[in-house]
């Protein structure tokens, strides 16, 4: 199967759902906690979002350095989401550019 981008995708029926995943990973939240995941800080299972510190409570929860855990997910969270390009930092992005000019 094909997505509209020409990636090839694969599952393992046939029925389902190929854009369960998004392409995009930032802002969507966990499941368990409500709180935005960031990069590299969510475990994607059987269709569920957990971050890293529901994760580990899961799966760990005697484990020690939840609360740190936890604390930086919700710094690098807010961190991640203040943090914008803008006019003074460089020239923005201007798109593709046509083949044929004019």
Same mark, same amino acid.
């Given at each position: 199967?094909?997505?509209? $981008?020409?990636?090839?995708? %694969?599952?393992?029926?046939?029925? /389902?759902? %190929?854009? !369960?995943?998004?392409? $995009?990973? @930032?802002?969507?939240?966990?499941?368990?906690?409500?709180?935005?995941?960031?990069?590299?800080?969510?475990?994607?299972?059987? @269709?569920?979002? $957990?971050?890293?510190?529901?994760? %580990?409570?899961?799966?760990?929860? &005697?484990?020690? @350095? !939840?609360?740190? !855990?936890?604390?930086?997910? &919700? /710094?690098?969270?807010? =961190?991640? &989401?203040? /943090?914008?390009?803008?006019?003074?930092?460089?020239?923005?992005?201007? @798109?593709?550019?046509?083949?044929? =000019?004019?």
């Amino acid at each position: 199967m094909v997505d509209p $981008f020409g990636v090839m995708m %694969i599952c393992r029926q046939r029925q /389902q759902r %190929i854009d !369960i995943m998004s392409r $995009f990973h @930032g802002y969507r939240t966990c499941t368990t906690c409500e709180e935005a995941c960031t990069q590299h800080n969510f475990v994607d299972h059987d @269709g569920k979002r $957990f971050c890293t510190a529901c994760w %580990i409570a899961k799966e760990n929860p &005697k484990h020690d @350095g !939840i609360d740190e !855990i936890r604390a930086s997910n &919700k /710094q690098n969270a807010n =961190k991640w &989401k203040r /943090q914008k390009q803008s006019r003074t930092d460089g020239p923005q992005p201007v @798109g593709p550019q046509p083949v044929r =000019k004019k």
